[in-house]
């Protein structure tokens, strides 16, 4: 199979690029690396590629050359995402000074739409605030209020009402609202949660916003927060899915106490109603260690396909916090061949992530489908060394899914990558001259 032509074109034939070049650029052939972006035909694609490379060299410490990377992203919004990103590496690293430069670069960038700032806002904010700028993230949420509103005015517009002055101060259901929740809340201005929510006067959208909030609540920490709020929301579905976000945040900070509220609010409840927050209550119980929780948990689901997506989520919990041998236990009795895929998968990770690549190797090929079987051996390969990396690669590249494997391929054959480089900047050469 002709590679160049996998690699010219299409969204997957760009990240498969993108894979190759960060490969080269970290292996510190950065030249090439950026020689090739000239080789891509796909512009947005390029475009997104010379930002990552200056994201690499930020990685590094090498702040001046991201500066002249992102300088040479060709378009305003994707430049603009580029400086907002080097603006949080910067400000997470600790690089304070660079974190307010890429800031500043990132606010004196031509913004012509909202949907340019849309996501970079939120990434801007974050930096602003770990870099200790907090009157700059508070103008900069400020923006975000002021997009959400237009968003709203505008939607409110396209529905023909658009005439009573009274509703322009109105929040209605558009992405720039969860972001604004998001960000309100990522610098604990926790007050104003409750202000927003109060100007989203459709019941259906304040539900919808109401569960946004909660799920930010409680991926930022504060579950117990989230958890007061959800109990607020009275569409059952928005709840149900506000509520599996606070079991998997409380998890992931394990909250047992949150877990358990979770549980009691959904234990008596519709089980159809509250298929997300249950499933999640076993994937919870599960991912802080307590499979025993979890097994009792599941054994009181009483619809047999709930019980068995909440045993498949239990078992890749299981698997990701080391605790295998329950987790293959598990995972072998389900009886969905895609859910058994999945999990298989995830456990095939945990034990190539733990370097027990012969036993990954083992669950790898228990996999059903070759597709799947060989995504699953792909995994077990970014874990492995030497002659063995060949033999789980092939099946990727026998199928042609290059994708899947091209970071690996790089790492244990970098000749190979190299040829594949020196092909593309070949072929570039010879478009140029014809």
């Known amino acids: 199979m002709n590679v160049i032509r996998l690699l010219h074109g299409s969204d997957e034939q760009g990240k498969a690029w993108r894979a190759v070049i960060r490969e080269i650029a970290i292996g510190g052939d950065h030249d090439t690396a950026l020689a090739l972006t000239g080789a891509m035909e796909n512009r947005p694609w390029r475009a997104k590629v010379r930002g990552m490379l200056a994201l690499v060299r930020a990685g590094n410490g090498e702040y001046e050359q991201a500066r002249s990377l992102a300088e040479s992203v060709q378009y305003p919004h994707e430049r603009l995402r580029t400086w907002a990103l080097l603006a949080q590496t910067s400000a997470e690293s600790g690089n304070l000074a660079w974190a307010l430069e890429f800031l500043d670069r990132a606010e004196q960038t031509e913004t012509l739409h909202d949907d340019w700032t849309l996501s970079a806002l939120p990434i801007l904010i974050r ?253 077990v390969a970014t874990h492995a060394e030497g002659p063995k990396v060949r033999r789980f690669v092939a099946p990727a590249l026998e199928m042609g899914d290059w994708a899947t494997v091209i970071e690996t391929l790089a790492r244990v054959e970098p000749t190979a990558v190299t040829a594949i480089a020196e092909e593309s900047l070949r072929q570039d050469v010879d478009r140029q001259q014809s």
């Not at 890749?316 to 072998?332: N, S, T, W, Y």
């Not at 990770?349 to 733990?354: D, G, Q, S």
């Open 127 to 379: 930096a602003a605030e770990v870099a200790g700028d907090h009157d700059r993230a508070l103008v900069l949420v400020a923006r975000l209020e002021s997009v959400a509103h237009r968003e709203s005015a505008g939607r409110e517009a396209l529905m023909g009402r658009n005439g009573d002055r009274s509703k322009k101060a109105e929040l209605s259901d558009t992405p720039a609202l969860s972001l604004l929740l998001q960000a309100v809340i990522s610098v604990a201005e926790y007050e104003r949660v409750g202000t927003l929510l109060g100007m989203v006067r459709k019941p259906a959208d304040r539900a919808k916003a109401t569960a946004a909030a909660v799920r930010a609540l409680a991926q930022s920490g504060a579950a117990d927060r989230a958890e007061r709020l959800a109990r607020s929301i009275k569409d059952s579905g928005h709840r149900a899915r506000a509520l599996a976000g606070v079991a998997d945040a409380a998890a992931l900070v394990r909250d047992t106490k949150v877990i358990n509220a979770v549980g009691e609010l959904v234990a008596e409840s519709d089980e159809m109603a509250n298929a997300g927050p249950i499933i999640a209550v076993a994937e919870a119980w599960a991912a802080v260690g307590a499979a025993d929780r979890a097994e009792a948990w599941m054994q009181s689901i009483s619809l047999p396909a709930l019980r068995l997506e909440a045993r498949a989520a239990a078992a890749e919990a299981l698997a990701a916090v080391g605790d295998i041998g329950r987790a293959e236990a598990l995972a072998r009795t389900l009886t969905d061949p895609e859910l058994r895929a999945e999990a298989l998968h995830r456990i095939v990770a945990a034990l190539a992530e733990k370097g027990l690549t012969d036993r990954a190797e083992a669950v790898a090929n228990a996999v059903q489908g070759p597709d799947c079987r060989a995504r699953a051996l792909a995994v």
